[in-house]
């Protein structure tokens, strides 16, 4: 059984910096595509930010392109993904969650309905 979960959230000001990590556990986790999607209260959930297995590729959303970075852990750690926020917005405030999948030939790594795997989500707050 493959397990997801997040951490990193609160309450933050605009300007501010903000980390969340995700752990993913299961077998060949180690292999998972990663992404962070996020919703904000009354809108849809949307892609943030994905990483390949290795870390090699990564992509954005336009909105956050320029100041979120996504990275994965190394050796034993390479389960692990986090979610550099810089320069928060009013805008990022949502519940973001964390998704898991395994890697599929020209899947969109933006795709929502193409990850199985979902974290129970941590709220991130970003006031003005």
């Known amino acids: 059984q493959v397990q997801v979960a997040e951490s990193g959230g609160g309450l933050v000001h605009t300007g501010d910096s903000l980390t969340l990590s995700c752990a993913v556990a299961g077998p060949t986790s180690s292999l998972y595509v990663m992404a962070w999607f996020r919703q904000a209260p009354g809108k849809e959930r949307e892609f943030v930010a994905a990483i390949n297995w290795n870390g090699g590729r990564t992509s954005y959303a336009d909105s956050v392109k320029d100041r979120f970075a996504i990275s994965r852990g190394s050796g034993q750690n390479t389960n692990t993904v986090d979610l550099h926020m810089n320069r928060l917005k009013s805008e990022d405030t949502g519940v973001y969650y964390c998704?898991?999948?395994?890697?599929?030939?020209?899947?969109?790594?933006?795709?929502?309905?193409?990850?199985?795997?979902w974290g129970p989500g941590t709220q991130v707050t970003v006031s003005s």
């Open positions: 998704a898991a999948r395994l890697p599929v030939s020209n899947a969109p790594e933006n795709d929502q309905s193409r990850y199985p795997y």
